[in-house]
């Protein structure tokens, strides 16, 4: 046991890798104890998820999970980079450039709720994990979010502003537009139990209807002709402001 733990910190120490154990695929270890944490992550919770565990699923031993990541946080904290970097990168490429907002948001709706089906635990992860009571989770949570906005404000907020000389924070659509594309991923297994798969829409249909649902709202809260229960109103509400 000795020797055993006299390799463990010389493969440490000496920056070589530690040998694999349990099953094997061709997979890349690191890429393995991404997926097996966003895994064990999203069923049981980051609290509840033990690295021996996690080790196990994903066919390592605890030195490598060390190796590549250093501590059980700076794991989460790369499980949230791989999602939130895809995330950003989705905004970037259908949000960016010309175009009507209307059809910005079109594009981004329908390609990031492709993103989101593809990455499903790591979106619970993102999400589920959000009320962390950790100051460092938050603030590095609150950096992504940042990024996040700018491109939001910037392809969106800021071009509807200049149409209906309303604005509309971009604090307000960005985490409403997530938690909209997101409501799916999150609710899938009690819609299932009601509903049954054969009558569970598909990611298409979901992506239109969230894209009409959604531009259709943003474009009424950018109206000052808005119609609230039937009521029409001469001044947007309290949380849309005119431009100084």
């Not at 950003?88 to 709720?113: M, W």
């Not at 996040?148 to 985490?175: K, N």
Request: aromatic content about 8%; charged content about 25%.
């Amino acid at each position: 046991m000795k020797a055993h733990l006299n390799d463990r910190l010389k493969s440490k120490n000496s920056g070589v890798e530690p040998k694999v154990t349990g099953k094997i695929n061709r997979e890349e270890p690191r890429a393995r104890i991404l997926r097996e944490a966003a895994t064990l992550f999203a069923r049981k919770g980051y609290g509840s998820t033990g690295l021996r565990e996690l080790a196990a699923a994903a066919g390592v031993n605890l030195a490598m999970i060390n190796y590549f990541f250093g501590s059980k946080k700076a794991l989460l904290k790369a499980v949230l980079d791989v999602f939130f970097q895809g995330y950003l990168e989705v905004a970037g490429d259908e949000l960016n450039g010309p175009g009507e907002p209307q059809q910005k948001l079109d594009r981004f709706i329908r390609r990031a709720i492709d993103f989101f089906a593809s990455h499903q635990d790591a979106l619970l992860v993102a999400i589920t994990e959000l009320p962390h009571d950790d100051p460092e989770i938050i603030e590095y949570k609150a950096t992504w979010a940042g990024r996040m906005m700018e491109v939001i404000d910037r392809e969106i907020c800021s071009p509807l502003s200049l149409q209906t000389g309303c604005v509309i924070p971009p604090q307000l659509i960005a985490p409403m537009l997530s938690l909209t594309m997101a409501s799916r991923f999150i609710f899938s297994p009690i819609f299932l139990r009601l509903q049954g798969e054969d009558q569970e829409l598909s990611i298409h249909e979901y992506a239109r209807m969230v894209s009409s649902f959604f531009i259709g709202g943003v474009l009424d809260l950018a109206s000052e002709g808005e119609n609230i229960h039937g009521r029409v109103v001469t001044s947007p509400p309290d949380y849309i402001h005119k431009p100084d």
